[in-house]
């Protein structure tokens, strides 16, 4: 699909690491029409942005299949309807050739069909279908299983690896046996080549074409190495099958190297098959998120006719039934019934929240027992969860300041390794004796074999992976790998306070009821003068007393008084409700107690409102917008971590004050400007402090955009959510301290994996070099050589796994 006017990207397959990556990256440079290009390791995409006019479709698929690398296409053959005539079929498979995302396109007319290779992530069958309606001809689709393409094609490719990996293993386990223990039976060279034949050049023939591929253009990658190594071996030996007098005319015997070459082609397609297992697991999170959007849903016509059909075909002011136990399947808002719906995916809150008439509802939340009926408002790619998902996506597609070192050692491990193994063979040839030759070809191929570039690519992306994912489902999302890097060296953290450190709405606190009148008489006089007032405080009051179940009585008349409050007529008699102020202006008695109740809820930096009738105060009303109820334990926890905890607010000092000995807050600053949040940022910086801003509100943006690691709350404007490089889904600051300790993790899991990727290959290459010969005249065997260079990419990408099993709260 294009995500932006002039963008398209191309799902990958057969990258192994980052530095097939930037292979692609700089075939994809050499194409006219593209004016910004980038490949996404993690995700198997390349993004292409092009101007105005729009780079051919099928040079792109052509640049990335010579590099030896593919799309992530299928080929399907569908019905084709209206076809009359042979140029029929032509006019058909022009059509299908003209749509973005069709690779190849052929129509039989004789069977009525038409065989299309096409990328599912471009181009659907119903684009197909709509396109061919167009010029008069249809094609049946399944247009139930459409959604399945993507899943099909991971699914034949995992499928064909491992017919190949079984396959190559079986050859090779009597080529092993007849080279160890049978070598004295007769034909026992040409019996081990012609079962190690099939192993290298066919179940192994992607590792030869793909090297021929990068040759072509200059460059190299692990599977250079694979070819290299086992083709010389094969050779080799098939030399000395054919010519061994030849050896012997020199007094020397004719080695042969088969199940060398044999065994490394299946311990690599072993340690591929396994590793891509692993990898499918590092994107766990993302397949949940995916996995939370119904597939189908119940759409209500007019006249009240239910139909049931696919998710892709509902349209913003569709009428949906959702059913109890249903999953919301769009975002929208209820037009008839009730019920209580799960949406702890999106706010991380356990307790279902009631919906009524006129209540938005989101897509992927689990509604509980009721049933009701909503308007859709948004579908497709324009859903909260479609927008979590997206920005996990990116997150995981992004790139941690270590690994742009990583890259630039990638960019020259594979020519460093070849010239070093081409360096072997000419010491262990000059230098080694009578068995030179033989021994320096061994070492070249053990030093082409164990030597991997991919536990170098893997170390970062993948740890990185399961950091963002892992974030993801604790409601932490991470747009960055920058940011996820950088949170564990943060060490100052700056809080906005109002939506942040508070719930960022007032809410009644105190209500303090006399008992002139009855408490239920003076709750239904209160709440008709509320309901009717224009007041923001109003709406608290309002709500508090309905919670209650609180019916208003009738108003005669109501009349709001600018800057003091609203006087009502009840039968007759006059009420007032609003600030002191009002109660003097009309010589209404607040009596001693009810003053210092007043003036002590004032000192806590509550809003006080009294209500009276003509002559005293009936009920005291204290409002405020509430600290979180995790906002104390969250600033506890990161001051014992050592970081400084500043709230900068905007509010007056009184205000500010008393929600910082409330949190316990040493250092907080009021009536803050956002152009001083953004100073007070740059001169902690300038001091060496490593700043996180956590904000909610438009005025954020600036300090977040100033900040070192910007974290929004998920609750907050969309431009605050759209400058961080966080997001805390639920708004619950304890989230902060989980989400440096995530990145602690991360950072330490990243350390641990370029550690042993670096002493694999630092150890591994100069043992396979030889340089244990003259000390105790160990030389290691080239089928060890390919099981260790497996191994080390399985083992860096468990090691990456084994953060899921971390707990970060």
């Known amino acids: 699909m294009e995500t932006l006017k002039n963008t398209i990207e191309f799902p990958l397959v057969g990258m192994d690491s980052e530095h097939c990556a930037m292979l692609i990256d700089e075939g994809l440079s050499k194409l006219e029409g593209i004016s910004k290009h980038r490949v996404d390791f993690n995700n198997k995409k390349a993004i292409i942005e092009f101007n105005s006019k729009k780079p051919e479709f099928n040079s792109i698929v052509k640049t990335i299949r010579d590099l030896g690398y593919d799309v992530a296409s299928i080929k ?42 096409f990328i599912p992530d471009l181009v659907s069958p119903l684009q197909m279908k709509t396109a061919l309606q167009s010029i008069g001809y249809d094609m049946i689709i399944d247009e139930e299983n459409t959604h399945d393409l993507k899943e099909e094609i991971h699914q034949n490719l995992y499928l064909e690896l491992r017919n190949k990996t079984i396959w190559a293993v079986t050859l090779s386990l009597p080529v092993v046996i007849v080279g160890m223990f049978f070598m004295e039976m007769p034909y026992a060279n040409q019996i081990m080549m012609v079962l190690t034949t099939p192993v290298l050049f066919w179940f192994g023939r992607n590792f030869f074409i793909n090297a021929y591929k990068q040759i072509k253009h200059l460059s190299a990658n692990m599977d250079t190495l694979v070819a290299l190594s086992t083709g010389i071996a094969y050779l080799f030996s098939a030399f000395n099958t054919f010519y061994p007098e030849f050896w012997h005319k020199r007094g020397l015997h004719a080695h042969v190297y088969f199940e060398a070459a044999s065994v490394v082609i299946a311990f690599i397609l072993l340690g591929k098959l396994l590793e891509e297992k692993a990898k499918s697991n590092t994107s766990s999170a993302i397949k949940k998120l995916i996995g939370l959007q119904p597939k189908t849903v119940t759409v209500i016509h007019e006249g009240g006719h239910e139909m049931e059909m696919p998710i892709s075909k509902v349209h913003m002011g569709n009428i949906l039934l959702v059913k109890p136990g249903d999953k919301i399947p769009v975002d929208g808002e209820v037009i008839e ?13 356990p307790i279902p929240v009631e919906k009524r008439k006129g209540d938005k509802v989101f897509t992927g939340t689990l509604n509980q027992k009721g049933s009701f009926k909503i308007k859709a408002l948004k579908v497709g790619n324009e859903t909260v969860l479609a927008q979590i998902i997206k920005m996990v996506q990116e997150a995981q597609g992004s790139k941690a300041p270590v690994q742009k070192l990583v890259d630039k050692i990638a960019g020259i491990f594979v020519p460093v390794v070849i010239a070093l193994s081409i360096l072997s063979f000419m010491v262990w040839w000059i230098f080694g004796g009578e068995n030179g030759l033989t021994q320096g070809l ?29 974030g993801a489902e604790h409601g932490i999302l ?24 508070t719930e960022g709405k007032p809410e009644v606190t105190d209500i303090i009821i006399s008992d002139i009148i009855s408490a239920d008489q003076s709750k239904q006089i209160l709440m008709a003068i509320e309901s009717q007032s224009a007041h923001p405080l109003a709406e608290a009051v309002s709500k508090y007393l309905k919670k209650e179940n609180t ?59 009294f209500f009276s009738d003509s002559k005293q105060v009936l009920i005291v009303i204290a409002i405020a917008d509430k600290v979180k109820v995790n906002s104390a334990k969250a600033i506890e926890h990161l001051q014992n971590q050592g970081i400084e905890v500043y709230m900068l607010t905007g509010d007056n000092t009184q205000t500010a004050s008393a929600v910082a000995k409330q949190v316990g807050l040493r250092n907080y600053k009021a009536e803050f400007l ?48 759209d400058v961080a490089k966080m997001t805390i889904i639920s708004s619950d600051l304890m989230l902060i301290p989980e989400a440096i300790k995530l990145s602690r993790l991360t950072v330490k899991t990243i350390k641990q994996n370029l550690f042993w990727a670096f002493i694999y290959n630092i150890i591994g290459i100069p043992i396979a070099a030889g340089v244990l010969y003259p000390l105790n005249g160990f030389i290691l065997n080239p089928m060890i050589a390919g099981a260790a260079m497996a191994l080390s990419s399985i083992s860096v990408v468990s090691n990456s796994l084994w953060l899921k099993l971390k707990t970060i709260n």
């Open 76 to 117: 399907k053959t569908f019905p084709i309807t209206g076809m009359t005539c042979a140029s029929c079929a032509v006019s058909a498979e022009s059509i299908l050739k003209s749509l973005d995302g069709v690779i190849s396109a052929a129509s039989n007319f004789a069977n009525a069909s038409a065989t299309v290779e």
């Open 337 to 349: 019934g009730e019920s209580f719906v799960d949406e702890s995916m999106i706010s991380g809150e």
């Open 442 to 470: 061994l070492s070249m191929v053990t030093v082409l074999v164990i030597a991997c570039p991919c536990a170098l690519g893997l170390a970062t992306p993948t740890a990185i992976m399961v950091g963002v994912g892992k």
């Open 478 to 501: 991470i747009k960055d790998a920058e940011s996820l890097e950088l949170a564990k060296n943060v060490t100052a953290i700056i809080l906005d306070k109002t939506g942040t450190i």
């Open 551 to 609: 019916i208003p009585i009738q108003l005669n008349s109501i009349e709001s008084i600018t800057g003091k409050g609203v006087k009502a007529i009840i039968d007759g008699q006059a009420y007032f409700v609003g600030n002191k102020a009002l109660m003097n202006e009309n010589n209404i008695q607040i009596n001693s107690a009810d003053s210092e109740k007043a003036t002590a809820l004032q000192n806590e930096a509550k809003t006080v409102t």
């Open 674 to 721: 956002p152009a001083q949040k953004f100073e007070f940022i740059k001169e902690l910086q300038a001091k060496g402090k490593v700043v996180a801003m956590v904000g909610d509100g438009i005025n954020d943006s600036q300090a977040l955009a100033q900040s070192d690691v910007s974290i929004a709350m998920g609750k907050g404007s969309d431009i605050a959510i």
